[in-house]
């Protein structure tokens, strides 16, 4: 059995894999940068991507970077389930849980 490639996915002119546009539907795809928006590029493919789009994740992000955005944000920028997933792969044992994602003004 062969591992996907991250190499035969379709790109966005700013490199993102277009098969990932459906989690963008609140964003003008085609101006999303793989650099300035970094921080959105990795919550969308940690939270909703394939075994490919997580292969380019890694091959475009640096591993602790990934850790990064986990550690600092991904406990309420994803799903539950996904988030202790990446704990866990990326053998995170401690996260930070800041109120400040949680204010709102009122």
């Given at each position: 059995?062969?591992?996907?490639?991250a190499s035969?996915?379709?790109?966005?002119?700013?490199g993102i894999?277009v098969?990932l546009?459906?989690f963008?539907?609140?964003?003008d795809?085609?101006t999303i940068?793989?650099?300035?928006d970094?921080?959105?590029v990795?919550e969308r493919?940690?939270a909703?991507g394939n075994?490919r789009e997580l292969?380019w994740?890694?091959?475009?992000?640096?591993?602790g970077?990934?850790?990064?955005f986990?550690?600092?944000?991904?406990w309420w920028?994803?799903?539950?389930?996904?988030?202790?997933?990446?704990l866990n792969?990326?053998?995170?044992?401690?996260?930070?849980?800041s109120?400040?994602a949680?204010?709102w003004?009122?």
């Amino acid at each position: 059995m062969t591992t996907p490639s991250a190499s035969s996915l379709a790109l966005s002119p700013a490199g993102i894999p277009v098969s990932l546009r459906p989690f963008f539907q609140d964003y003008d795809f085609e101006t999303i940068h793989s650099e300035a928006d970094a921080f959105t590029v990795i919550e969308r493919t940690l939270a909703w991507g394939n075994r490919r789009e997580l292969r380019w994740l890694f091959e475009r992000y640096a591993r602790g970077q990934i850790a990064d955005f986990v550690r600092d944000a991904g406990w309420w920028r994803l799903p539950p389930h996904r988030f202790y997933f990446w704990l866990n792969v990326l053998r995170l044992a401690e996260y930070r849980k800041s109120d400040y994602a949680r204010q709102w003004p009122r």
